[in-house]
């Protein structure tokens, strides 16, 4: 028996498991059919959020595909290159999170 069949087995035998509603209903309803009957939202990212993850991914890809055809060369002019994607990836990471801040 796992650890969620005891705990609702639990609610079901506990008396004190309908949830306190308006006296003037008259069906009473327990935490146990609220929550499985309740609707959940989720929250979905913005399309320009969206379009910044994809970005930064994408970015990061970029750079493991440069260094990964660097190894081994004695010149490598790709720090340059890696340089600026990191600052862009930066950037992004910034935006995300002062988004994030103005949210909550």
């Known amino acids: 028996m796992t650890m969620q069949k005891v705990r609702i ?3 079901k035998n506990n008396k004190f498991a309908i949830m306190a509603g308006d ?3 008259s069906c009473r309803r327990d935490r146990i059919s609220s929550a499985i009957n309740s609707s959940w939202t989720t929250k979905e990212l913005s ?6 993850l ?3 991914a994408c970015l990061r890809m970029e750079i493991a595909i440069i260094t990964q055809k660097e190894q081994g060369k004695k ?3 790709s720090s340059v ?3 600026k994607k990191l600052k862009r ?16």
């Open 54 to 56: 994809i970005e930064r």
């Open 23 to 25: 006296k003037r209903l």
């Open 75 to 77: 010149n490598s002019k």
């Open 89 to 104: 990836i930066d950037l992004i990471t910034q935006q995300l999170n002062d988004r994030e801040k103005h949210v909550e």
């Open 9 to 11: 087995k639990a609610l």
């Open 81 to 83: 290159l890696i340089a």
């Open 47 to 52: 399309e320009h959020t969206r379009e910044l």
